[in-house]
């Protein structure tokens, strides 16, 4: 068995986990990422892709919303290259109490929320499909998040300073010596070969799955309670300001524009399997509905694919049974040896993605502590590698850049302008056949055909790069297909479901998938 020595041990390689290493990375320290599937597969990618202004918990968690306020300033400075400023509004809709207002704009002054009252009228002529019936509206600097160009980033700038970063790599055992944790051993979930880390320290990020990992270790009481949510895709920008009802948080109350569709969510149900991904044609119906009562005619658009997230809560072992949206959405970071005599173990978790660098930062701040060498945090003021220059993401750059050179490079996906240069590239660099890897690395296959003429093409590139198999490429491009399904079916309807049907004619009726060798 493979044997690798670190400082610090991550498992978990969401946002929070990868801000863990780019810290630990950053501070000098020797680090270890692992993960069961691909980066930013579990919770942190399965959002809507909402950077907080911290109105949404303003009134209902205060500590939560002053977060956020302060880490969106700081994620506008190190992450600009993936955040559109798009701004954000609070709306007061007819079916809102008109006295939430009031209490809003009250909590945004006391929580440090930049936010500004507007006439409705002022608000319609920036979104001209916001309800009409709006009667009050507050403007704040919500933004949106490309999540997986994110963590890609951090755990590029992690390797660049000699971090290991590995995907794929479930975590099956950890390691006790007494009461001290010493590492833990993983497993490449392709080829099933295993490693052993020793670590000085481990710090269990995995989210939704914390819990799972702290039993692993011998450790219980790490109570996460589940909370999945659906959000719906639509197939265009309906509107290009994040919209948020001004009300107590709940379901389908905000709707972001992030790159060419939009995302409406979510819901926010008890489960206690954080695999959980059931979806329920009641929840869809009714998320459909509520879109309604921010743009009139939501149910005419296209929606594009529904998908669930898993919320990593945090429960105190002396709070009594209650609704996960009742539990702060502040993080919770357990150092082990404090709290159950276990050395070289921290358990971070809970939290806003908005959040991750200061959930990574104070992680880190207790490693070093730990490990009796305390460093300094830079991450605040440090880049992520593509964001040096602190220019802002902006929806019309990708074409902007084709039609500089129009006739030079092919169109791979016309939907989110992915070159077959840059296809080629990432494939090269991630070393993956997973279509649905570089699918989260690109947005290949994310627009409105949802795949539909640009992965034939992507599976036909895939083969011919690095001498990869016919039965391979064929593999690659049935598993894209059957995932992209998943989301696919449960909101089938109108003009999705002659896209759909589109599709089937192209990769059954022309391609004859169903009996390709694989």
Not at 118 to 147: G, K, T
Not at 412 to 441: F, H, K, P, Q, W
Request: net charge negative.
């Amino acid at each position: 068995m493979v044997t690798l020595t670190t400082d610090v041990l991550v498992i978990g390689g969401g946002a929070t986990g990868a801000g863990v290493a780019w810290d630990a990375a950053l501070r000098g320290l020797e680090v270890v990422l692992v993960d069961r599937s691909d980066l930013a597969e579990g919770t942190s990618g399965r959002f809507h892709g909402l950077v907080h202004s911290g109105g949404r918990y303003a009134v209902k968690d205060p500590p939560a919303a002053e977060e956020c306020v302060v880490e969106n300033r700081v994620l506008r400075r190190i992450a600009a290259d993936n955040i559109e400023d798009t701004g954000g509004f609070f709306v007061t809709t007819p079916w809102d109490d008109a006295g939430y207002a009031d209490r809003f704009a009250d909590a945004c002054r006391a929580t440090g929320i930049d936010c500004e009252e507007i006439s409705p009228a002022q608000a319609l002529r920036e979104e001209p499909r916001l309800n009409p019936r709006v009667s009050r509206v507050f403007r704040v600097p919500d933004a949106n998040i490309d999540v997986w160009k994110t963590v890609w980033s951090l755990a590029r700038g992690a390797r660049e300073r000699g971090a290991h970063v590995m995907p794929y790599h479930a975590a099956v055992a950890v390691h006790r010596d007494g009461d001290e944790v010493t590492g833990a051993r993983v497993r490449d979930m392709r080829t099933g070969e295993e490693t052993d880390v020793r670590a000085r320290v481990t710090v269990n990020a995995a989210g939704a799955w914390a819990g799972q990992i702290a039993e692993l270790a011998g450790i219980e009481g790490v109570r996460i309670l589940p909370g999945r949510g659906i959000m719906i895709a639509m197939n265009h920008r309906l509107v290009n300001t994040v919209i948020n009802r001004c009300q107590m948080p709940t379901d389908g109350d905000i709707l972001v524009p992030i790159r060419t569709v939009s995302v409406i969510g979510t819901t926010d149900e008890h489960t206690d399997d954080p695999d959980d991904h059931t979806v329920l044609q009641s929840e869809v119906d009714a998320m459909l509905d509520d879109g309604e009562k921010l743009v009139p005619g939501f149910r005419q658009a296209r929606a594009l694919r529904v998908w669930t997230g898993v919320r990593p809560l945090f429960e105190d072992a002396k709070a009594a049974e209650t609704l996960t949206r009742d539990i702060t959405r502040s993080h919770a970071l357990l150092d082990h040896a404090q709290r159950d005599g276990v050395g070289g173990f921290l358990t971070i978790t809970g939290g806003k993605l908005t959040t991750f660098r200061l959930m990574a930062e104070h992680t880190v701040d207790a490693a070093c502590a730990q490990l009796g060498e305390p460093r300094a945090c830079t991450t605040a003021s440090e880049p992520l590698p593509g964001s040096e220059t602190q220019r802002s993401y902006r929806l019309g750059e990708r074409l902007e850049r084709k039609e500089a050179h129009l006739r030079e490079e092919q169109l791979i996906c016309e939907c989110e302008m992915v070159t077959r240069g840059a296809l080629e590239e990432a494939i090269r660099r991630s070393r993956t056949a997973n279509l649905d890897d570089i699918r989260r690395l690109l947005r290949l296959g994310m627009g409105p055909c949802q795949g539909g003429f640009c992965m034939y093409r992507a599976a036909g590139i895939l083969h011919g790069l690095d001498g990869l198999g016919a039965e391979e490429a064929n593999t690659a491009l049935l598993e894209f297909l059957q995932e992209r399904w998943k989301g696919i079916w449960p909101i089938l309807y109108g003009d999705q479901l002659r896209q759909v049907r589109l599709d089937d004619w192209i990769f059954q009726g022309v391609l004859d998938v169903a009996h390709l060798s694989a």
